[in-house]
């Protein structure tokens, strides 16, 4: 185009040698002469030369490079999913797995640790991946996770004691906290601040889904091949994803300043704020945190959350629709709030056993709200703090997430204990061996199952009505994001 636009110049130089002269003798006139901007290629009309052509066809151009820019971007992204899907997956997997492998080592009483292990070592590395990244560039703190989780993966795989896959829990913990906080710093990153909620509602697709059909995935590695593969098959996907983030995501590095030494950055990483943290973290929740669950049918526990996993993916999207269009986030976190505030109100009310169908779907607003609180908590957070500090706030809010989990989980199964003791002691009084019972009835839930006649109706009883108080826990966590949601400041984008 331009080599034709020169000849042209040059031919008419030839012929009105005078014109450029004045050209030249002018020196406010414009390089481009001013053309219609009614005169495209749609108007019927040919271009009068080659820079107007050039003109007409820029919009096009623009709209191509921009449908390109999507798609790299979603191609990137697709790739990040996977890592996603496998690190969620593996907590759900690790519900349904937890008693087999204890029951195996004949040390069923320390089964938590198999699960506490990991989400305390997602607390204590939470705060350092966003630092890191910022020095050694996103792909490289990716890639280093995904080695972090493959070989915590494998240990546990291979362990020959409950300590041994315990340490590999660890170890594949300080992976996951990676993989899932630098998804959406990357996100961040690659996109503007209005589309990242669309974006980032997909990964909580890909995030609800992994741990929807972790659990029965699980049990069926249980029953036909073992346990172990449980973890040795995550390693496969786990490295493909990381050949994938080494193949395509471009190389980041946001240093500024001279080149400096590996000693001068690791310098720059604050490790013992890290260590006092997670020291912290340890003394608060160890002695909080207790089993539940987990000699549940995990395949059942799986498909009942499918409807909250739709929910979910939906409560994403349309947070995700909202802000791009509208460039406002507040609302819609009142209306995720509020939302997940009717549904664990439902259950409360409703859930009192023999739960019909229509009474399940109760759990949709749940996942409908936990959606568009994941999409707008972030946009919140990135909107309200300086681009240079976004990997780091990131860091912290997923740190934010995990210790609130493990919070939640460990006072409602508190509650639950708690009030499941008292309550059977009451309703078992003046039976025979009831405290042998009541012993049997808190730490196997097939056991419970097994029961037969009065005694086993009273059982489960007093099981579906101290379970209503466990949600009334996530009734205040609902009704304290709302307050949280009123009180944000927004920032229009």
């Given at each position: 185009?331009?080599?034709?636009?020169?000849?042209?110049?040059?031919?008419?130089?030839?012929?009105n040698p005078n014109?450029?002269?004045?050209?030249?003798?002018?020196?406010?006139?414009?390089?481009?002469?001013?053309?219609?901007?009614?005169?495209?290629?749609?108007?019927?009309?040919?271009?009068?030369?080659?820079?107007?052509?050039?003109?007409?066809?820029?919009?096009?151009?623009?709209?191509?490079?921009?449908?390109?820019?999507?798609?790299?971007?979603?191609?990137?992204?697709?790739?990040?999913?996977?890592?996603?899907?496998?690190?969620?997956?593996?907590?759900?997997?690790?519900?349904?797995?937890?008693?087999?492998?204890?029951?195996?080592?004949?040390?069923?009483?320390?089964?938590?640790?198999?699960?506490?292990?990991?989400?305390?070592?997602?607390?204590?590395?939470?705060?350092?991946?966003?630092?890191?990244?910022?020095?050694?560039?996103?792909?490289?703190?990716?890639?280093?996770?995904?080695?972090?989780?493959?070989?915590?993966?494998?240990?546990?795989?291979?362990?020959?004691?409950?300590?041994?896959?315990?340490?590999?829990?660890?170890?594949?913990?300080?992976?996951?906290?990676?993989?899932?906080?630098?998804?959406?710093?990357?996100?961040?990153?690659?996109?503007?601040?209005?589309?990242?909620?669309?974006?980032?509602?997909?990964?909580?697709?890909?995030?609800?889904?992994?741990?929807?059909?972790?659990?029965?995935?699980?049990?069926?590695?249980?029953?036909?091949?073992?346990?172990?593969?449980?973890?040795?098959?995550?390693?496969?996907?786990?490295?493909?994803?990381?050949?994938?983030?080494?193949?395509?995501?471009?190389?980041?590095?946001?240093?500024?300043?001279?080149?400096?030494?590996?000693?001068?950055?690791?310098?720059?990483?604050?490790?013992?704020?890290?260590?006092?943290?997670?020291?912290?973290?340890?003394?608060?929740?160890?002695?909080?945190?207790?089993?539940?669950?987990?000699?549940?049918?995990?395949?059942?526990?799986?498909?009942?959350?499918?409807?909250?996993?739709?929910?979910?993916?939906?409560?994403?999207?349309?947070?995700?629709?909202?802000?791009?269009?509208?460039?406002?986030?507040?609302?819609?976190?009142?209306?995720?709030?509020?939302?997940?505030?009717?549904?664990?109100?439902?259950?409360?009310?409703?859930?009192?056993?023999?739960?019909?169908?229509?009474?399940?779907?109760?759990?949709?607003?749940?996942?409908?709200?936990?959606?568009?609180?994941?999409?707008?908590?972030?946009?919140?957070?990135?909107?309200?703090?300086?681009?240079?500090?976004?990997?780091?706030?990131?860091?912290?809010?997923?740190?934010?997430?995990?210790?609130?989990?493990?919070?939640?989980?460990?006072l409602a199964s508190?509650?639950?204990?708690?009030?499941?003791?008292?309550?059977?002691?009451?309703?078992?009084?003046?039976?025979?061996?009831?405290?042998?019972?009541?012993?049997?009835?808190?730490?196997?839930?097939?056991?419970?199952?097994?029961?037969?006649?009065?005694?086993?109706?009273l059982v489960t009883?007093?099981?579906?009505?101290?379970?209503?108080?466990?949600?009334?826990?996530?009734?205040?966590?609902?009704?304290?994001?709302?307050?949280?949601?009123?009180?944000?400041?927004?920032?229009?984008?």
């Amino acid at each position: 185009m331009a080599a034709s636009v020169t000849s042209r110049i040059a031919i008419n130089t030839k012929n009105n040698p005078n014109e450029l002269d004045h050209e030249q003798n002018d020196e406010h006139t414009p390089l481009l002469r001013h053309h219609n901007s009614k005169s495209n290629i749609y108007s019927g009309e040919e271009p009068q030369d080659d820079v107007e052509a050039a003109q007409c066809l820029s919009p096009i151009l623009d709209k191509q490079h921009s449908v390109e820019t999507s798609r790299n971007i979603g191609g990137v992204i697709s790739i990040l999913l996977l890592g996603v899907f496998v690190a969620n997956a593996d907590s759900s997997l690790v519900l349904a797995t937890s008693g087999t492998i204890s029951s195996e080592f004949n040390d069923l009483g320390d089964a938590g640790w198999l699960i506490s292990s990991y989400t305390l070592a997602m607390c204590a590395a939470q705060s350092l991946y966003g630092q890191l990244s910022d020095i050694y560039g996103r792909k490289n703190t990716i890639l280093l996770s995904y080695m972090f989780f493959a070989v915590g993966s494998t240990i546990c795989g291979a362990g020959q004691s409950l300590p041994q896959v315990v340490f590999g829990r660890l170890v594949a913990g300080v992976g996951g906290a990676g993989i899932n906080c630098l998804v959406s710093i990357v996100i961040a990153d690659m996109v503007p601040i209005r589309e990242v909620a669309s974006w980032r509602s997909y990964v909580n697709i890909a995030a609800t889904t992994g741990r929807s059909l972790g659990g029965p995935i699980g049990g069926y590695l249980i029953d036909t091949i073992g346990w172990r593969w449980s973890f040795l098959g995550q390693c496969p996907p786990t490295l493909l994803a990381a050949f994938l983030v080494a193949w395509k995501l471009q190389p980041s590095h946001f240093e500024d300043g001279p080149a400096q030494s590996q000693l001068s950055k690791l310098r720059r990483v604050d490790f013992l704020g890290a260590t006092l943290l997670s020291v912290s973290i340890m003394m608060m929740l160890v002695p909080m945190y207790f089993q539940i669950s987990a000699h549940a049918s995990m395949t059942n526990a799986g498909a009942h959350l499918m409807p909250s996993v739709i929910g979910n993916a939906c409560g994403g999207l349309i947070a995700g629709y909202v802000i791009r269009k509208t460039g406002r986030y507040k609302f819609i976190s009142m209306i995720g709030a509020i939302s997940s505030s009717t549904s664990y109100l439902l259950m409360i009310l409703r859930w009192h056993g023999h739960t019909s169908f229509l009474e399940s779907l109760y759990i949709i607003p749940g996942g409908f709200g936990n959606g568009i609180a994941l999409s707008t908590s972030f946009i919140t957070l990135t909107a309200g703090v300086e681009p240079c500090q976004v990997a780091i706030a990131s860091s912290g809010l997923y740190l934010s997430s995990n210790i609130g989990m493990v919070l939640g989980l460990s006072l409602a199964s508190a509650i639950l204990q708690s009030t499941l003791r008292q309550d059977l002691r009451i309703s078992l009084e003046g039976m025979d061996h009831r405290e042998e019972i009541i012993s049997k009835a808190l730490s196997d839930i097939e056991y419970v199952r097994s029961l037969q006649g009065r005694l086993g109706r009273l059982v489960t009883e007093v099981y579906v009505r101290c379970l209503t108080y466990t949600h009334g826990v996530s009734l205040a966590g609902s009704i304290v994001a709302l307050l949280a949601a009123l009180s944000v400041k927004e920032h229009i984008l």
